[in-house]
């Protein structure tokens, strides 16, 4: 067999098992993303990486049903089907490098004292915050999706029983820290974890977070915590972050892994050949 048959061979086989492997890394993302809100559709996880690795996963099914289906032209679809592959891990490829970029800010603010950090939409990047909120009814899907995942409804039964020392000194995660209490810069008095007594009059506080939170119990337009402040879409913003970089990792592992098992399996066939 001659070296550019055996290179064409491997190369065939490479694009097919990247396309397998990444596409299964995108189904088991997207299947862990999903168990951790109620809505299942992803309003809090839009992830572009997500989505190329199942279309990957979709045309590499496509792949084996043509060539089962027609076993007299399996060369030519798979070499013909190989190059839409290939073009959609060049995109995945270039979406990963996309990713890091715009996912460099808003690693959280350390608030001293305090075990947790704190978010803000303004911490991240223009371009991050306009590719994960694109128009008024997907920014209003995300603050739905958090409100409906019911984090918020069990934090008093989780914190309310510690005092403010205690409270200061829990990790708390992003969406509780950033949805479900106040920023620290309001003026706010500690209560128990639900309940914060205002300082001074709303009308004096210089930002909207601390006009827009609501005690628990309160009956307000709003319904509950603080799920339309700038604060709780920061948390948002930092959990889609996290997620987007999870699948880069995922991606460059698979990457790494398989340019390696086919570095050595062509110097496998070029020694024995």
């Not at 694009?15 to 299942?40: D, K, T």
């Not at 032209?73 to 490098?97: D, P």
């Not at 996912?103 to 350390?110: A, L």
Request: hydrophobic share 40%.
């Amino acid at each position: 067999m001659s070296s550019n048959i055996i290179s064409r061979k491997l190369a065939i086989s490479f694009i097919n098992h990247s396309c397998l492997l990444l596409g299964l890394a995108a189904s088991f993302s997207w299947l862990y993303f999903g168990q951790r809100v109620s809505s299942w559709g992803r309003a809090l996880h839009p992830n572009p990486l997500v989505d190329l690795g199942l279309l990957s996963l979709a045309v590499w099914l496509f792949k084996k049903m043509t060539c089962w289906f027609f076993p007299s032209r399996k060369t030519k679809i798979t070499n013909l089907i190989s190059l839409a592959m290939l073009q959609i891990l060049i995109m995945i490829i270039l979406v990963m490098g996309y990713a890091m970029v715009v996912t460099h800010k808003g690693e959280g603010r350390v608030v001293p004292g305090k075990a947790y950090k704190e978010y803000d939409r303004g911490d991240f990047s223009k371009e991050f915050i306009r590719a994960c909120s694109s128009g008024e009814s997907q920014t209003g899907l995300m603050y739905d999706a958090a409100a409906d995942s019911g984090v918020c409804t069990r934090f008093g039964e989780q914190f309310n029983h510690l005092n403010e020392l205690e409270f200061y000194n829990t990790n708390l995660t992003p969406l509780q820290s950033g949805c479900c209490k106040p920023p620290s810069y309001c003026s706010y008095e500690f209560k128990n974890a639900t309940i914060w007594k205002e300082k001074y009059l709303r009308k004096y506080f210089f930002k909207k977070d601390c006009m827009y939170w609501i005690n628990e119990g309160e009956k307000t337009l709003l319904d509950g915590y603080c799920f339309y402040c700038d604060s709780c879409m920061g948390a948002i913003l930092f959990n889609i972050k996290s997620e987007w970089r999870h699948m880069v990792l995922t991606d460059t592992l698979v990457f790494i892994s398989l340019l390696l098992f086919y570095s050595l399996r062509r110097r496998f066939f070029s020694y024995f050949h």
